[in-house]
């Protein structure tokens, strides 16, 4: 369960939106320039919000009242980037591998080989992630965030930077993620039609506030203005 | 196959343990300054930034005379260091290694603070995500993404450090067997009659070290970008 109530200005932008999202997919669904992304990037720890709370199940994330603001890299939240973020440097088997090593876990062979196999990577894991095609570079980098075994899974418009056969080939991937992993996803999208296919709930952001909370019926009457 | 005296051997070799010593000592100097200038507002950092680089405008005997009275047996630092670690620097080859590492330093933030610009930052992000704390990010993603400008900087040091010769000479005089690398030996040679053709040899090794030198770091920095683009 994740609590968010936070307010945070950005030069003439401001952003005060409140909202709960349980287990499941939860979309932030609104138009460009809504806050979607400043918002996950507050719950991910990557900036702090001016004034609020987050708290994750019963760990308090941030708190300004209580001067809370625990850092990202201590939050166990796993963030899949627009743009892959993969790591250059390093292999597909290690990008995949850095959060376990940087969260100190365990090694677990059988946990890894399933979610190779879930993200149909295997392929791929001696390759460097400039060879990679952007649907491969997505699938490594939902694998690298779920490997750290997150409390909570961020997508900020993973599959805003594909073509449309990529995002067709990428869907069925984190629909199968979400029926057979047990993890809470926040998935940010403007795209109704995939998030139609993913979401199990939805909160709309427009212009930094919270306008709807809902099913998914709240996308179809989105439609019009978002897809504009 | 260079056919050298003892002593030319002794100069030769002296010369190439104050380099690597000088430029060794010096990168992790470098690495911290480097990250600081790109990436760090404080006060004082256009002085720090000038500082470093003053070396490379000044006459090389004027940052010479400035280590002899600072670092030299007399001089504040100099004596402190003496008395209560024991390093001793004016007339010894240690003396010359300082000289070069200050000669060369800012030859080698430079590039490594461009590599360091370079760097996409959102990768840093995305590894604190992980789980990865600063110090971490900086071991695991800034280090190896400013390899190519690390490996750059380390070069144009070690060059730098390897023909130094005015600081030097200024600081730690030119005695054989202990601060007479091989730039001062040739000035030498040159000086005295019938000294050409011990001048000629230690060129051509000053040639082979220097053609070595380029063509390792190019193997270097062509495997350390092969990293990021290839297999």
Redesign the interface.
């Known amino acids: 369960m994740l609590a968010v109530d936070v307010e945070k200005r950005l030069g003439d932008f401001a952003i005060a939106a409140r909202f709960e999202s349980a287990a499941g997919v939860t979309a932030l669904f609104g138009p460009s320039g809504a806050g979607k992304t400043t918002l996950v990037n507050m719950i991910?720890?990557?900036i702090s919000p001016d004034r609020g709370r987050i708290v994750l199940d019963d760990t308090v994330l941030f708190d300004s009242g209580r001067r809370i603001d625990v850092?990202?890299?201590?939050?166990?939240?796993?963030?899949v980037?627009q743009?892959g973020?993969l790591?250059?440097?390093l292999t597909v088997a290690a990008n995949l591998d850095?959060?376990r090593r940087?969260?100190?876990l365990p090694r677990e062979d059988k946990a890894f080989a399933h979610i190779v196999e879930l993200l149909d990577i295997a392929p791929l894991l001696?390759?460097?992630p400039?060879?990679l095609s952007g649907g491969e570079r997505q699938r490594v980098a939902v694998g690298?965030?779920l490997l750290?075994r997150p409390r909570l899974l961020l997508l900020d418009e993973p599959l805003a930077s594909l073509d449309a056969a990529r995002k067709r080939e990428i869907l069925p991937y984190l629909e199968r993620l979400r029926d057979e992993t047990r993890v809470p996803m926040v998935y940010v999208s403007h795209h109704a039609g995939e998030l139609r296919r993913i979401a199990t709930s939805v909160v709309r952001l427009d212009g930094g506030r919270v306008v709807g909370v809902g099913g998914i019926e709240l996308l179809d009457t989105a439609d019009a203005d978002a897809l504009a | 196959m260079f056919d050298l005296s003892p002593d030319e051997w002794i100069a030769v070799r002296l010369s190439l343990r104050i380099a690597i010593v000088a430029t060794i000592v010096a990168l992790p100097f470098g690495i911290a300054v480097a990250w600081l200038l790109a990436r760090r507002d404080f006060w004082g950092k256009t002085l720090l930034d000038g500082v470093i680089h003053l070396p490379l405008v000044l006459p090389p005997v004027v940052t010479g005379y400035l280590l002899l009275i600072s670092f030299g047996r007399r001089g504040p630092i100099g004596a402190f260091l003496a008395d209560h670690f024991g390093i001793v620097f004016s007339f010894r080859w240690t003396g010359a290694a300082l000289a070069c590492a200050i000669m060369g330093f800012p030859l080698m933030v430079r590039p490594i603070r461009l590599a360091i610009e370079a760097i996409?930052r959102?990768?840093e992000?995305?590894?604190?995500?992980?789980?990865?704390?600063r110090l971490?990010?900086f071991l695991?993603?800034t280090l190896?993404?400013a390899?190519p400008g690390l490996i750059a900087g380390f070069v144009l040091c070690f060059a730098k450090a390897l023909g130094e010769f005015g600081a030097t000479i200024t600081f730690v005089s030119n005695i054989p067997g202990e601060t007479q690398t091989i730039s001062a030996a040739i000035y030498t040679f040159t000086q005295i009659p019938g000294g050409d053709a011990a001048a000629g040899r230690l060129v051509l090794v000053a040639i082979a070290i220097s053609l070595a030198a380029l063509v390792v770091s190019e193997w270097l920095a062509r495997r350390a970008g092969m990293?990021?683009?290839?297999?």
Not at chain 1, 71 to 79: D, K, L, N, Q
Not at chain 2, 125 to 133: E, K, S, V
């Open positions: 991910a720890g990557l850092p990202a890299h201590r939050r166990r939240i796993g963030y980037f743009e973020r790591f250059p440097h850095y959060g940087m969260c100190g001696d390759r460097r400039g060879k690298r965030a750290m | 996409d959102r990768l992000d995305a590894a604190a995500t992980l789980g990865a704390d971490w990010v695991t993603v190896p993404l390899l990293r990021f683009h290839g297999e």
